[in-house]
């Protein structure tokens, strides 16, 4: 397996750092915040389009927008 030198910004250096468990290196750090982002992204494609034929919804948005219209309270 071929070998890739990066730089990084220390401050992105130390955070992966206090991410990276114990016995774990840093691709596999990379590897699995990388799964971890992947997964959200699958996650976040399966719930669009859910409230497509659900008309309350639609309800809320209008109540939020009214909402916003009347004047606030103090």
Do not use: C, H
């Amino acid at each position: 397996m071929a070998n890739k030198t990066i730089s990084l910004p220390i401050e992105t250096y130390e955070r992966l750092r206090k991410e990276k468990r114990k016995g774990e290196s840093f691709a596999d750090l990379i590897n699995r915040l990388l799964k971890r982002t992947k997964s959200r992204k699958k996650i976040l494609e399966d719930l669009a389009g859910v409230f497509k034929e659900d008309d309350e919804w639609d309800t809320i948005i209008e109540e939020l927008y009214q909402e916003r219209k009347r004047p606030a309270r103090i």
